[in-house]
């Protein structure tokens, strides 16, 4: 049975850092990533990774303060966020995928429950 499950999302300042994590069981994954989604917002992309880690994507809002990375041994993607700001709050969800597919959401056949990031002021 696949299954993504995130965790280390909570509440932080606005500059602080959190380190996102989801777990994958059931199948390794060659393509995984992340997406948010704010209320009332579209789901949106934010970072994905390949399974060789040669080959990142990241969205204009991350690429110069989160770090995606994965550790294929325990088939966990991680997203490390820096100086976070206000509007990074959302949920964030882990997807993955048989093949690295970049940012488009339809090519991710499965999905995390997601997990909340809220940056105060």
């Known amino acids: 049975q696949v299954q993504l499950v995130e965790s280390g999302g909570g509440l932080v300042q606005a500059g602080g850092s959190l380190r996102l994590s989801c777990a994958a069981s059931g199948r390794t994954f060659s393509g995984m990533g992340w997406f948010r989604q704010a209320p009332g917002k579209e789901r949106e992309f934010v970072a994905a990774i390949s399974w060789s880690v040669s080959r990142t994507y990241y969205a204009d809002c991350a690429k110069d303060r989160f770090t995606i990375s994965r550790d294929n041994a325990k088939n966990t993607v991680y997203l490390q966020m820096n100086s976070l700001k206000s509007e990074d709050t959302a949920v964030y969800f882990c997807?993955?995928?048989?093949?690295?597919?970049?940012?488009?959401?339809?090519?991710?056949?499965?999905w995390g429950q997601g997990i909340q990031v809220t940056v105060s002021s």
């Open positions: 997807a993955a995928a048989p093949y690295y597919t970049g940012s488009q959401v339809g090519k991710y056949d499965y």
